[in-house]
């Protein structure tokens, strides 16, 4: 079965700082794809970045970049110049093709002071 | 829709009573999932629809909870005789295929809080 592990409940920056958020994960697939979503307190979850297991680049989306290893199952992502609005909860996910459903960790909640 | 539409926002039932949790996904998309994230925890899935078709219900945690999308668009979550156990938000999620989850993820409605006193 697939498991999605987030071992840092909590973490904190300062404005303008850079932050990384850990998760590891297991899988017997070998197509898979990879997500991190951002939970505000408005429960919406929003799409940060996507990271296709096939794809040996790094994925980057502005100020967000993932580091993916895959033989280590390892997906961590990278916040540069951390922005007040981005305090909320962060999610990895993770699902393939024999998998409809994401399978989510258990989050890591993150806030940015001033 | 632009978004995915849920309601009511907040639940408030007394053990025993029945819900029902509506979700509205985007226009055209022909997947629906539905997922329970518990206070502090990540979403955990419990049904996934292709159009109107109950494809997965591996998730449900009981014959409690039942889930249904007749028209292969609208769908309603509902839990019958609700117990204090099943307070969490509900989330629903739509995407309008597989290939499109996999390049879009998938996009999610603001959830519906139930609280079972």
């Known amino acids: 079965a697939q498991t999605v592990t987030q071992s840092q409940p909590e973490m904190s920056v300062q404005e303008a700082e850079t932050v990384t958020l850990s998760c590891t994960y297991d899988t017997s697939e070998n197509n898979y794809y990879l997500f991190w979503y951002k939970q505000p307190p408005s429960r919406q979850m929003i799409l940060v970045i996507r990271q296709e297991a096939y794809k040996q680049q790094n994925a980057t989306e502005n100020r967000f970049s993932v580091n993916f290893q895959k033989a280590a199952k390892s997906f961590s992502l990278k916040i540069s110049d951390s922005q007040l609005g981005d305090t909320a909860m962060y999610f990895c996910?993770?699902?393939?093709?024999?998998?409809?459903?994401?399978?989510f960790g258990t989050g890591t909640r993150l806030q940015v002071f001033p | 829709g632009a978004g995915v539409s849920q309601s009511p926002r907040y639940k408030v039932a007394k053990r025993g009573q029945d819900v029902a949790l509506r979700c509205d996904p985007i226009?055209?998309?022909?997947?629906l999932f539905w997922y329970q994230q518990a206070l502090g925890q990540g979403p955990e899935f419990l049904t996934y629809f292709q159009n109107e078709a109950q494809l997965d219900k591996s998730g449900l945690p009981s014959d409690r909870f039942f889930a249904e999308r007749p028209e292969g668009s609208v769908s309603t979550l509902k839990i019958q005789r609700t117990q204090q156990e099943d307070s969490a938000v509900y989330l629903c999620?739509?995407?309008?295929?597989?290939?499109?989850?996999?390049?879009?993820?998938?996009?999610f409605g603001s959830g519906t809080r139930l609280t079972v006193v």
């Open positions: 996910a993770f699902t393939g093709k024999n998998t409809d459903k994401l399978i």
């Open positions: 999620a739509s995407s309008s295929g597989q290939g499109a989850r996999y390049l879009y993820g998938y996009t």
């Open positions: 226009s055209g998309h022909v997947s």
